[in-house]
């Protein structure tokens, strides 16, 4: 195997889960993560935000920065509740 950002690790990772690539959602917290997800399968990308991490910036920068994990589980209850009122 190779270590990430290697697009192997990723592609397997996909394969794995049995969905498109483009519903895959990465949440990292290194360049690597951030950087390789989204080159290998077009991931949407969200960066935890904490001590030591360098959080990306400019064409590198993840989709979603966060500092706590409450957060995302935000995010995704409000997509659950625009797609269910969109029904």
């Known amino acids: 195997g190779h270590d990430k ?37 077009g991931a949407v990308t969200f960066q935890k935000r904490h001590s030591g991490v360098t959080v990306l910036t400019g064409p590198d920068q993840a989709d979603v920065v966060f500092d706590k994990f409450g957060e995302v589980q935000e995010i995704f209850s409000g997509i659950i509740r625009a797609e269910k009122a969109a029904e």
């Open 5 to 41: 950002p290697h697009p192997s690790s990723f592609e397997r990772a996909v394969e794995k889960l049995g969905v498109p690539p483009e519903k895959i959602w990465m949440i990292g917290d290194s360049a690597n993560d951030i950087v390789g997800a989204r080159n290998a399968i």
